[in-house]
């Protein structure tokens, strides 16, 4: 263990008690880490890939985007409590559905859902309650 209170093959941010007890999360310790808020805008890199761009109405009426991402890469969740294949970022094509704000079109503040293929990508979307059988593909 080192003086941080960490082990070797703990991640960053995974901090264990005094003796080596269960790891616990520290708030605020993932560096590199994405940190949700209300004001959030999800920004493109250099090696995402827009597969999709398409619309839905939220609670019946609101126009609003929805697009579908294309990740090398599958983030992990950084919890050092969960088995490696959760936890571990893996270098793998995945696609990511990102959901367009309510208020402002082309500001997209939401996503959910990573799966593996464009088919299960737009097949979570539609199945998303409420909305997922307004959306419009092209």
């Excluded at 003796?19 to 708030?27: A, D, F």
């Excluded at 597969?51 to 294309?70: H, N, W």
Aim: net charge negative; hydrophobic share 35%.
């Amino acid at each position: 263990m080192s003086a941080t209170g960490r082990q070797r093959h703990d991640p960053p941010g995974c901090f264990r008690a005094a003796g080596g007890q269960e790891p616990t999360i520290t708030k605020g310790r993932f560096p590199g880490r994405f940190r949700a808020s209300h004001n959030v805008r999800m920004q493109l890199s250099s090696t995402d890939l827009v597969v999709m761009e398409e619309t839905f109405l939220y609670d019946g009426t609101v126009v609003c985007d929805l697009r579908i991402v294309q990740r090398p890469i599958r983030f992990g969740t950084g919890d050092c409590e969960d088995p490696p294949e959760f936890r571990d970022d893996l270098v793998q094509d995945t696609f990511y559905i990102e959901y367009g704000s309510t208020t402002r079109r082309g500001v997209f503040n939401a996503g959910g859902g990573a799966p593996p293929s464009l088919l299960a990508a737009m097949a979570h979307a539609e199945a998303a309650p409420g909305f997922g059988s307004t959306i419009v593909w092209t």
